[in-house]
């Protein structure tokens, strides 16, 4: 009996945040046999035409996270910027959720992540935590490790929101002391890179678990505009990142997707954040593997057998699409060979991430294509020169 064929129960599975990944789950579960349910909190969110059920209700409300969850057979998350008590308390009352509280903690608390990840052996850049700004601790750090202090909040960031990474140390204590106001401060030594890789993780509530093969990632301004497969490197270095997201999957015990994102320096492989949900690095698995990752976080969640991770093509390449100041014409990125368009049906406004195209091929042309599309839609990212 084939895995498609064991998926025989209608199950109720509900989406807290009506984002674009909640979209992109809801597209992923027209092939399976379920009712998605969104909770969003704007009646124009990204999932909302394409939900089987949409609500409204507030990730950080108690009250409403308890009404949703009592409508469906299970709970999963487009974000992590929930309410951490209260879906603490939902499994407590017997609910499924997935991931639990204790493993969001680790995506929510970046502070958090990196103490309880460092303290289990798991290689990543020296830091500091700050429960509030201090001028003497900030000093201190920037004096041993010789280097202009990463500095992060510890919680409510995401796309280089909440990160500072600057050449000045006035720039970073100034930033440091406003994030200071409202979160503990991370502070972390900066990493010579020579590359970036992600790996995407798979855990069914059920043990069941698959990876994803590395792929090579680009940030600009902290936020992702290119992934792409094969990475490129070394075997061994790859082999390292997957046996690292791998220990990282067991530490968080996060059930669904879990995104590890690495550095790769001249001597090490050293652990940069996580994420548990589905992520921008695993966007290419739509049309770039047997199974996506959105339709296998489905699975994973609802106690399914996993689907086949195998690559469709040889070479594949995501670009994302970043809003500039107009949009671009969908006819000419359409006319781009081999070019899959994902709009997240999102208003247009600079700085946004509209959407994504995605390039698969038998060689390293899909990179150029896959940027021809994006820039064609209006992106303001840019590619490597």
């Known amino acids: 009996m084939s895995k498609d064929t064991e998926l025989t129960t209608q199950l109720r599975v509900g989406v807290v945040g009506g984002g674009q990944l909640a979209r992109m789950m809801a597209e992923s579960a027209r092939n399976l046999p379920l009712t998605l349910c969104v909770m969003g909190s704007d009646p124009g969110d990204s999932a909302a035409e394409l939900a089987d059920e949409f609500s409204l209700g507030s990730p950080h409300s108690a009250h409403d996270l308890t009404l949703f969850a009592g409508e469906v057979d299970c709970l999963t998350f487009d974000h992590e910027l929930v309410n951490l008590d209260a879906v603490h308390a939902l499994t407590h009352d017997g609910h499924h959720v997935y991931p639990t509280a204790d493993s969001l903690r680790f995506a929510v608390h970046k502070a958090y992540q990196r103490t309880t990840l460092a303290a289990l052996g798991i290689l990543g850049p020296a830091f500091a935590v700050l429960e509030k700004f201090d001028d003497d601790e900030f000093d201190i750090f920037a004096a041993v490790t010789e280097r202009v202090p990463v500095v992060k909040a510890d919680h409510g960031g995401y796309d280089g929101r909440g990160v500072l990474v600057s050449d000045s140390l006035d720039e970073a204590r100034i930033f440091a002391q406003r994030v200071g106001t409202s979160s503990q401060i991370l502070l972390e030594e900066p990493v010579d890179i020579v590359a970036e890789v992600a790996v995407i993780v798979v855990t069914s509530r059920n043990g069941e678990r ?51 994102e690495l550095f790769v320096t001249s001597t090490d492989v050293v652990l940069n954040e996580v994420a548990t949900r589905p992520h921008n690095s695993g966007h290419w698995t739509i049309e770039g593997a047997a199974t996506s990752q959105f339709e296998n976080h489905l699975r994973a969640v609802a106690g399914w057998p996993l689907g086949d991770t195998t690559p469709t093509s040889a070479f594949v390449t995501m670009v994302n699409v970043v809003g500039s100041e107009r949009p671009g014409d969908p006819h000419a990125a359409l006319a781009i060979p081999g070019a899959h368009i994902h709009d997240y049906g999102k208003s247009w406004r600079p700085g946004r991430k509209l959407g994504h195209v995605t390039v698969c091929g038998d060689d390293d042309s899909v990179v150029s294509r896959a940027w021809m599309a994006a820039e064609a839609l209006g992106t303001s990212a840019r590619r490597k020169p």
């Open 210 to 260: 698959v990876a994803y093969p590395p792929v090579l990632t680009r940030q600009v301004d902290g936020m992702c505009v290119e992934v792409s497969y094969p990475a490129g490197l070394d075997p061994a270095i790859l082999n390292e990142c997957a046996l690292i997201a791998d220990r990282v999957a067991d530490v968080t015990g996060t059930v669904g997707v879990l995104a590890v």
